[in-house]
Nanobody
Framework: QELLVESGGGSVQAGGSLKLSCESS????????MAWFREVPGNQREGVAG???????KYAEFVKGRFTVTQDSSKMNLYLQMNNLKPEDTAMYYC???????????????????WGQGTQVTVST
C-alpha cells in the first residue's frame, strides 16, 4: 500500500501564497498519475490540479493562473504552488496517486486509488 503524506498547509491572508508537498513512500516510479484534490465539509471532493504519466498537467478552471502543480525529478513526489489565495480556497487538500493511468484526462476522485490524510489550508480576508 502506497503511503502519501501531505505537508505545507496553514493559514494565510487573502492574496498570500502556500506551497503544498506530497511525499510518496513508493520505491520506484511506475507510471503514476498524481493529483491534488480539496474538500470542504458538506461538499464533494473536487479536483484541483494533477500530472499524468506523460507529464502533462491538468487544472481546474478556478485555479488556472494561480496554482502550479509540479513533480520532482523522481516523479514520485508532488507539489502545489498556490498564489493569490482566496477565502474560497479554504479546504482540506489531499494528494492522490493512481498507477498506470496514462494521460490525466480528468480530475475525478473515483479515478484514484491511493490517498493521503490531507493538509488544511485556511485563507482569511
Amino acid at each position: 500500500q502506497e503511503l502519501l503524506v501531505e505537508s505545507g498547509g496553514g493559514s494565510v491572508q487573502a492574496g498570500g501564497s502556500l506551497k503544498l508537498s506530497c511525499e510518496s513512500s513508493r520505491h520506484s516510479y511506475s507510471g503514476y498519475c498524481m493529483a491534488w484534490f480539496r474538500e470542504v465539509p458538506g461538499n464533494q471532493r473536487e479536483g484541483v490540479a494533477g500530472i499524468g504519466t506523460d507529464s502533462q498537467t491538468k487544472y481546474a478552471e478556478f485555479v488556472k493562473g494561480r496554482f502550479t502543480v509540479t513533480q520532482d525529478s523522481s516523479k514520485m513526489n508532488l507539489y502545489l504552488q498556490m498564489n493569490n489565495l482566496k477565502p474560497e480556497d479554504t479546504a482540506m487538500y489531499y494528494c492522490a496517486a493512481e498507477p498506470w493511468c496514462g494521460s490525466l484526462r480528468r480530475l475525478e476522485p473515483d479515478d484514484f486509488t491511493h490517498w493521503g490524510q490531507g493538509t488544511q489550508v485556511t485563507v482569511s480576508t
